[in-house]
């Protein structure tokens, strides 16, 4: 119980952070109205152990009109998130991402990440994953080609907390796989 209050209370702060850094960057790039269009594609992931239960809590935060866009194109039908996901995108967003973003243990192998599930909100699409969490992540490897192809100069940046550091990584379309760090 104290868990899933810990994860919930986890995501609230995760989502005021990144809603005060998007904020900060409308701001900046001189955007005053929600109803323009973004002009950058960016994903954010977020990995952390949870040191009470023992997993690697994984984290994705997408613009949802990207997500709808990838879609469509791979799917060749038209997407729309609209109030809330039906079972058949649910369906197409876990396929996409289990496909582009897998992580691999020190001798290579997959290590398949459990879907938890998604979120909707009104700009944003989150999608949760975990994994049992090993003794050492010495040797592990993270694959991150969420949305390349598709939208230009598209950056995904996973933060990562193994331990009591913080660690980024940044995957371009030239960049796919990089060796965790923390």
């Known amino acids: 119980m104290a868990s899933a209050f810990l994860f919930a ?16 960057i409308a701001l900046l790039l001189g955007f005053t109205s929600t109803t323009v269009a973004h002009t950058y594609h960016a994903t954010l992931t977020d990995m952390v152990v949870n040191q009470q239960t023992g997993q690697l809590e994984v984290i994705h935060r997408f613009f949802a009109d990207d997500v709808a866009k990838v879609l469509s194109a791979e799917s060749k039908q038209t997407i729309r998130f609209d109030d809330a996901l039906t079972s058949e995108q649910v369906s197409l967003i876990r396929s996409y991402v289990e496909n582009h973003f897998k992580l691999y243990d020190g001798n290579n192998n997959e290590k398949a990440l459990l879907w938890v599930g998604t979120e909707l909100d009104t700009h944003y699409l989150f999608i949760y994953q975990e994994v049992a969490a090993p003794t050492s992540f010495t040797g592990y ?15 995904n940046t996973v933060n990562i907390r193994l331990s009591e550091a913080l660690s980024s990584l940044v995957f371009t379309p030239d960049t796919v796989r990089l060796p965790l760090q923390n």
């Open 141 to 155: 490897q993270l694959q991150n080609s969420l949305l390349f192809g598709h939208l230009h100069q598209q950056v």
């Open 9 to 24: 209370r986890f995501k609230r702060e995760l989502k005021m952070l990144i809603a005060l850094r998007t904020l900060f």
